[in-house]
Protein backbone atom coordinates (compact mmCIF):
# COMPACT_ATOMS: atom_id res chain seq x y z
CA UNK A 1 0.00 0.00 0.00
CA UNK A 2 1.27 3.04 -0.90
CA UNK A 3 1.99 5.42 2.16
CA UNK A 4 -0.05 8.92 2.50
CA UNK A 5 -0.23 11.35 4.29
CA UNK A 6 -3.14 14.36 3.60
CA UNK A 7 -3.88 17.20 5.79
CA UNK A 8 -7.53 16.96 6.56
CA UNK A 9 -7.99 20.66 7.56
CA UNK A 10 -7.81 24.13 6.21
CA UNK A 11 -3.96 25.09 6.54
CA UNK A 12 -4.40 28.01 9.14
CA UNK A 13 -7.75 27.37 9.42
CA UNK A 14 -8.83 26.61 13.29
CA UNK A 15 -7.31 25.92 16.29
CA UNK A 16 -6.29 22.15 15.72
CA UNK A 17 -5.01 20.28 12.10
CA UNK A 18 -6.36 16.92 11.19
CA UNK A 19 -3.86 14.61 9.10
CA UNK A 20 -4.98 11.57 7.61
CA UNK A 21 -2.40 8.50 7.07
CA UNK A 22 -2.20 5.60 5.39
CA UNK A 23 0.05 3.10 4.94
CA UNK A 24 3.18 2.21 7.52
CA UNK A 25 6.66 3.02 6.36
CA UNK A 26 9.75 1.39 7.40
CA UNK A 27 10.25 4.63 9.31
CA UNK A 28 6.97 5.27 10.80
CA UNK A 29 6.15 6.22 14.13
CA UNK A 30 6.47 3.27 16.20
CA UNK A 31 3.02 3.96 18.03
CA UNK A 32 0.85 3.45 14.73
CA UNK A 33 2.50 -0.29 14.55
CA UNK A 34 0.71 -1.37 18.31
CA UNK A 35 -2.86 0.80 18.05
CA UNK A 36 -5.64 -1.09 17.97
CA UNK A 37 -8.72 -0.04 15.45
CA UNK A 38 -10.89 2.36 17.21
CA UNK A 39 -8.12 3.08 19.80
CA UNK A 40 -6.93 6.61 20.37
CA UNK A 41 -3.89 7.16 22.20
CA UNK A 42 -1.80 10.49 23.72
CA UNK A 43 1.73 10.76 21.45
CA UNK A 44 4.04 13.40 21.16
CA UNK A 45 5.35 13.13 17.83
CA UNK A 46 9.13 13.66 17.36
CA UNK A 47 11.09 14.57 14.00
CA UNK A 48 14.04 11.77 13.43
CA UNK A 49 16.58 13.83 15.33
CA UNK A 50 14.40 13.03 18.45
CA UNK A 51 13.20 16.52 18.64
CA UNK A 52 9.37 16.94 19.99
CA UNK A 53 7.34 18.61 16.92
CA UNK A 54 3.65 18.31 18.11
CA UNK A 55 1.50 17.22 20.75
CA UNK A 56 -0.79 14.87 19.30
CA UNK A 57 -3.82 12.11 19.37
CA UNK A 58 -3.36 9.48 17.22
CA UNK A 59 -6.30 7.16 16.11
CA UNK A 60 -6.72 3.98 14.11
CA UNK A 61 -9.53 3.52 11.75
CA UNK A 62 -11.75 0.12 10.91
CA UNK A 63 -8.93 0.15 7.60
CA UNK A 64 -5.98 -1.70 7.37
CA UNK A 65 -3.00 0.59 8.53
CA UNK A 66 -5.05 3.92 8.30
CA UNK A 67 -4.82 6.53 10.85
CA UNK A 68 -6.22 10.00 12.07
CA UNK A 69 -3.71 12.39 13.70
CA UNK A 70 -4.81 15.40 15.78
CA UNK A 71 -2.46 18.34 16.26
CA UNK A 72 -1.87 21.75 16.66
CA UNK A 73 -3.79 24.34 14.28
CA UNK A 74 -2.09 27.20 12.44
CA UNK A 75 -0.28 26.97 9.16
CA UNK A 76 3.53 26.50 10.92
CA UNK A 77 2.23 23.87 13.29
CA UNK A 78 0.58 22.10 10.43
CA UNK A 79 3.52 22.88 8.12
CA UNK A 80 6.00 20.97 10.86
CA UNK A 81 3.91 17.64 11.42
CA UNK A 82 3.41 17.44 7.07
CA UNK A 83 7.45 17.85 6.96
CA UNK A 84 8.09 15.25 10.26
CA UNK A 85 5.38 12.47 8.36
CA UNK A 86 7.44 13.08 5.12
CA UNK A 87 10.10 12.42 6.73
CA UNK A 88 9.28 9.60 8.25
CA UNK A 89 8.32 7.85 4.44
CA UNK A 90 4.88 9.66 3.96
CA UNK A 91 4.31 11.28 0.70
CA UNK A 92 2.34 14.02 0.81
CA UNK A 93 -1.51 13.47 -1.22
CA UNK A 94 -3.10 17.03 -1.71
CA UNK A 95 -4.31 17.01 -5.85
CA UNK A 96 -8.36 16.63 -5.97
CA UNK A 97 -8.43 16.74 -1.71
CA UNK A 98 -10.74 18.75 -0.69
CA UNK A 99 -9.29 20.18 2.35
CA UNK A 100 -5.73 19.89 1.22
CA UNK A 101 -6.22 22.44 -1.97
CA UNK A 102 -9.71 23.50 -1.39
CA UNK A 103 -9.62 24.19 2.27
CA UNK A 104 -6.80 26.20 1.84
CA UNK A 105 -8.50 28.35 -0.46
CA UNK A 106 -11.62 28.44 1.60
CA UNK A 107 -9.76 29.39 4.48
CA UNK A 108 -8.73 32.58 2.80
CA UNK A 109 -12.47 33.74 1.46
CA UNK A 110 -13.96 36.93 2.76
CA UNK A 111 -16.79 37.25 0.95
CA UNK A 112 -20.28 34.99 0.28
CA UNK A 113 -19.36 34.99 -3.37
CA UNK A 114 -16.04 34.19 -2.98
CA UNK A 115 -16.87 30.98 -0.94
CA UNK A 116 -19.53 29.91 -3.90
CA UNK A 117 -17.24 30.13 -6.70
CA UNK A 118 -14.57 27.66 -4.75
CA UNK A 119 -17.30 25.71 -3.53
CA UNK A 120 -18.38 25.53 -7.51
CA UNK A 121 -14.56 24.73 -8.75
CA UNK A 122 -14.28 22.35 -6.02
CA UNK A 123 -17.88 20.32 -6.78
CA UNK A 124 -16.16 20.33 -10.33
CA UNK A 125 -12.62 18.99 -9.69
CA UNK A 126 -11.48 21.71 -11.36
CA UNK A 127 -8.38 22.01 -10.67
CA UNK A 128 -7.57 24.48 -13.90
CA UNK A 129 -9.58 27.11 -12.24
CA UNK A 130 -7.08 27.79 -9.49
CA UNK A 131 -4.90 30.59 -10.49
CA UNK A 132 -8.11 32.62 -11.43
CA UNK A 133 -9.78 31.82 -8.03
CA UNK A 134 -6.52 32.92 -6.43
CA UNK A 135 -7.04 36.12 -8.52
CA UNK A 136 -10.43 36.57 -6.76
CA UNK A 137 -9.48 36.12 -3.66
CA UNK A 138 -6.90 38.83 -3.88
CA UNK A 139 -8.05 41.99 -1.68
CA UNK A 140 -8.06 45.10 -4.01
CA UNK A 141 -6.90 48.48 -2.98
CA UNK A 142 -9.34 50.95 -3.65
CA UNK A 143 -8.30 54.72 -3.09
CA UNK A 144 -10.23 57.43 -3.33
CA UNK A 145 -8.40 60.53 -4.00
CA UNK A 146 -9.19 64.51 -5.28
CA UNK A 147 -9.16 67.99 -4.19
CA UNK A 148 -9.39 69.25 -0.67
CA UNK A 149 -13.19 69.69 0.55
CA UNK A 150 -14.49 67.64 -2.57
CA UNK A 151 -16.35 64.97 -0.52
CA UNK A 152 -13.95 62.20 0.01
CA UNK A 153 -13.86 61.48 2.78
CA UNK A 154 -18.01 62.13 2.99
CA UNK A 155 -17.93 59.22 0.35
CA UNK A 156 -15.83 56.92 2.21
CA UNK A 157 -17.77 57.15 4.80
CA UNK A 158 -21.11 55.78 2.65
CA UNK A 159 -19.09 53.40 1.06
CA UNK A 160 -17.41 52.21 3.98
CA UNK A 161 -21.08 52.00 5.69
CA UNK A 162 -20.36 54.23 9.10
CA UNK A 163 -19.26 57.18 10.55
CA UNK A 164 -15.47 56.70 10.25
CA UNK A 165 -13.53 59.58 8.68
CA UNK A 166 -13.57 63.10 9.78
CA UNK A 167 -15.77 65.27 7.83
CA UNK A 168 -15.13 68.86 7.40
CA UNK A 169 -15.84 71.99 5.88
CA UNK A 170 -12.30 73.38 6.36
CA UNK A 171 -9.94 72.29 4.18
CA UNK A 172 -7.62 69.48 4.63
CA UNK A 173 -9.73 67.84 7.26
CA UNK A 174 -7.70 63.98 6.45
CA UNK A 175 -4.57 63.93 7.45
CA UNK A 176 -3.48 59.93 7.42
CA UNK A 177 -5.16 57.37 4.85
CA UNK A 178 -7.59 55.76 6.61
CA UNK A 179 -8.81 52.02 5.75
CA UNK A 180 -11.46 49.85 6.08
CA UNK A 181 -12.30 46.48 4.84
CA UNK A 182 -15.63 46.55 2.13
CA UNK A 183 -16.58 44.38 0.00
CA UNK A 184 -17.68 45.47 -3.88
CA UNK A 185 -19.85 42.74 -6.34
CA UNK A 186 -18.29 40.18 -3.82
CA UNK A 187 -14.65 41.35 -4.58
CA UNK A 188 -13.22 41.80 -1.11
CA UNK A 189 -11.42 45.56 -1.00
CA UNK A 190 -9.63 47.71 0.99
CA UNK A 191 -11.15 51.14 1.11
CA UNK A 192 -8.63 54.06 1.45
CA UNK A 193 -9.46 57.52 1.96
CA UNK A 194 -6.55 60.06 1.55
CA UNK A 195 -5.36 63.74 2.38
CA UNK A 196 -6.73 66.41 -0.49
CA UNK A 197 -4.39 68.72 -2.27
CA UNK A 198 -5.13 72.51 -2.93
CA UNK A 199 -1.74 73.12 -4.64
CA UNK A 200 0.56 74.51 -1.46
CA UNK A 201 1.63 72.81 1.25
CA UNK A 202 1.29 75.16 4.08
CA UNK A 203 3.38 72.99 6.77
CA UNK A 204 5.61 70.01 7.19
CA UNK A 205 2.09 68.12 8.12
CA UNK A 206 0.49 68.58 5.11
CA UNK A 207 3.05 68.27 3.08
CA UNK A 208 3.57 64.54 5.14
CA UNK A 209 -0.03 64.25 4.49
CA UNK A 210 0.07 64.64 0.52
CA UNK A 211 2.36 62.25 0.95
CA UNK A 212 1.23 59.42 2.63
CA UNK A 213 -2.01 60.09 0.18
CA UNK A 214 0.28 59.76 -3.22
CA UNK A 215 1.83 56.74 -1.76
CA UNK A 216 -1.58 54.85 -1.05
CA UNK A 217 -2.44 56.39 -5.22
CA UNK A 218 0.76 54.45 -6.24
CA UNK A 219 -0.34 51.00 -4.87
CA UNK A 220 -4.07 51.11 -6.09
CA UNK A 221 -5.74 48.28 -8.26
CA UNK A 222 -8.89 51.26 -8.62
CA UNK A 223 -8.74 54.91 -8.40
CA UNK A 224 -12.01 56.77 -7.30
CA UNK A 225 -11.48 60.28 -8.35
CA UNK A 226 -13.61 62.76 -6.19
CA UNK A 227 -14.30 66.16 -7.96
CA UNK A 228 -16.91 69.09 -6.86
CA UNK A 229 -17.38 72.76 -7.53
CA UNK A 230 -13.82 73.84 -7.57
CA UNK A 231 -12.98 73.60 -11.62
CA UNK A 232 -9.13 74.70 -10.76
CA UNK A 233 -8.55 72.08 -7.20
CA UNK A 234 -10.23 69.30 -9.70
CA UNK A 235 -7.56 70.16 -12.48
CA UNK A 236 -4.43 70.12 -10.73
CA UNK A 237 -5.85 67.27 -8.40
CA UNK A 238 -6.56 65.60 -11.85
CA UNK A 239 -3.22 65.85 -12.81
CA UNK A 240 -1.10 65.08 -9.94
CA UNK A 241 -3.36 61.26 -9.76
CA UNK A 242 -2.59 61.26 -13.30
CA UNK A 243 1.20 61.17 -12.56
CA UNK A 244 0.96 58.73 -9.21
CA UNK A 245 -1.91 55.84 -10.40
CA UNK A 246 -0.34 52.77 -11.43
CA UNK A 247 -1.44 52.79 -15.51
CA UNK A 248 -3.24 49.37 -15.02
CA UNK A 249 -5.79 50.83 -12.21
CA UNK A 250 -8.89 51.96 -13.21
CA UNK A 251 -9.96 55.28 -12.82
CA UNK A 252 -13.66 56.37 -11.65
CA UNK A 253 -14.66 59.78 -11.75
CA UNK A 254 -17.37 60.74 -9.02
CA UNK A 255 -19.29 64.38 -9.79
CA UNK A 256 -19.45 64.92 -5.99
CA UNK A 257 -22.08 67.73 -4.69
CA UNK A 258 -24.51 67.46 -7.46
CA UNK A 259 -27.21 68.59 -4.90
CA UNK A 260 -25.53 72.09 -5.47
CA UNK A 261 -25.16 72.23 -9.33
CA UNK A 262 -25.53 69.93 -12.55
CA UNK A 263 -22.73 68.38 -12.78
CA UNK A 264 -19.54 70.46 -15.18
CA UNK A 265 -18.14 68.78 -18.18
CA UNK A 266 -14.83 67.54 -17.09
CA UNK A 267 -11.96 67.57 -19.91
CA UNK A 268 -9.43 65.14 -18.40
CA UNK A 269 -9.57 61.62 -17.55
CA UNK A 270 -11.64 61.65 -21.11
CA UNK A 271 -12.57 57.34 -21.36
CA UNK A 272 -12.80 57.25 -17.78
CA UNK A 273 -16.27 56.44 -16.44
CA UNK A 274 -17.77 58.81 -14.51
CA UNK A 275 -21.10 58.96 -12.56
CA UNK A 276 -22.76 62.61 -10.63
CA UNK A 277 -23.22 62.06 -6.86
CA UNK A 278 -23.94 63.81 -3.61
CA UNK A 279 -22.77 62.17 -0.30
CA UNK A 280 -25.55 64.63 1.16
CA UNK A 281 -28.46 63.80 -0.66
CA UNK A 282 -27.13 60.09 -1.09
CA UNK A 283 -27.72 59.97 -4.29
CA UNK A 284 -25.87 58.41 -7.15
CA UNK A 285 -24.09 55.87 -4.45
CA UNK A 286 -25.23 52.80 -5.98
CA UNK A 287 -24.55 53.58 -9.51
CA UNK A 288 -20.82 54.37 -8.20
CA UNK A 289 -20.75 51.50 -6.75
CA UNK A 290 -22.16 49.18 -10.13
CA UNK A 291 -19.30 51.31 -11.93
CA UNK A 292 -16.44 50.19 -9.46
CA UNK A 293 -17.75 46.09 -9.72
CA UNK A 294 -18.01 46.58 -13.59
CA UNK A 295 -13.98 47.73 -13.13
CA UNK A 296 -13.60 44.87 -10.79
CA UNK A 297 -14.76 42.34 -12.45
CA UNK A 298 -13.42 43.91 -16.22
CA UNK A 299 -9.79 43.43 -14.15
CA UNK A 300 -10.25 40.23 -13.11
CA UNK A 301 -11.58 38.66 -16.12
CA UNK A 302 -8.92 39.85 -18.66
N1 LIG B 1 -23.63 70.12 -0.62
C1 LIG B 1 -22.86 69.07 -0.44
N2 LIG B 1 -21.84 69.12 0.44
C2 LIG B 1 -21.07 68.02 0.59
C3 LIG B 1 -21.29 66.85 -0.14
N3 LIG B 1 -20.35 65.94 0.21
C4 LIG B 1 -19.59 66.54 1.14
N4 LIG B 1 -20.02 67.80 1.39
C5 LIG B 1 -19.43 68.77 2.31
O1 LIG B 1 -18.18 69.16 1.83
C6 LIG B 1 -17.29 69.44 2.91
C7 LIG B 1 -16.02 68.62 2.75
O2 LIG B 1 -16.33 67.25 2.88
P1 LIG B 1 -15.21 66.17 3.20
O3 LIG B 1 -15.83 64.85 2.99
O4 LIG B 1 -14.58 66.43 4.52
O5 LIG B 1 -14.17 66.50 2.05
P2 LIG B 1 -12.72 65.90 1.80
O6 LIG B 1 -12.53 65.80 0.33
O7 LIG B 1 -12.54 64.66 2.58
O8 LIG B 1 -11.77 67.03 2.37
P3 LIG B 1 -10.24 66.94 2.90
O9 LIG B 1 -10.13 65.80 3.84
O10 LIG B 1 -10.02 68.24 3.56
O11 LIG B 1 -9.41 66.77 1.68
C8 LIG B 1 -18.06 69.10 4.20
O12 LIG B 1 -18.61 70.29 4.70
C9 LIG B 1 -19.16 68.19 3.68
O13 LIG B 1 -20.32 68.20 4.50
C10 LIG B 1 -22.39 66.82 -1.06
O14 LIG B 1 -22.66 65.84 -1.74
N5 LIG B 1 -23.12 67.97 -1.17
MG1 LIG C 1 -11.20 64.17 4.04
Given at each position: MANHVTLATALGGGGISILSLTGLPPDA??????????????????DRAGEIVDEVLIGKTGKADEFLLTGHGGSAAALALLQALRAAGYEEKTDGNFFGVWGELLAQC????????????????????????RDFLRVRRVVIAGATNSGK????NELAGGD??????????TRDPLR??????????????TAGWDGAAASAVDAEAFARGQNELRAADLVIFVAAEDRRADERAAQIIGENSPPTAPLII??????LAPPPR???FPSAPRVAISCRAATGIEELREIITDCLSTNYTN
Open positions: PEILRTLTAGELRHHWLRRTPAQVNAVAAACAAGDLAAMPRLSSLFFALVSAEARARETVFGGFACELFDAQNKSDLTF
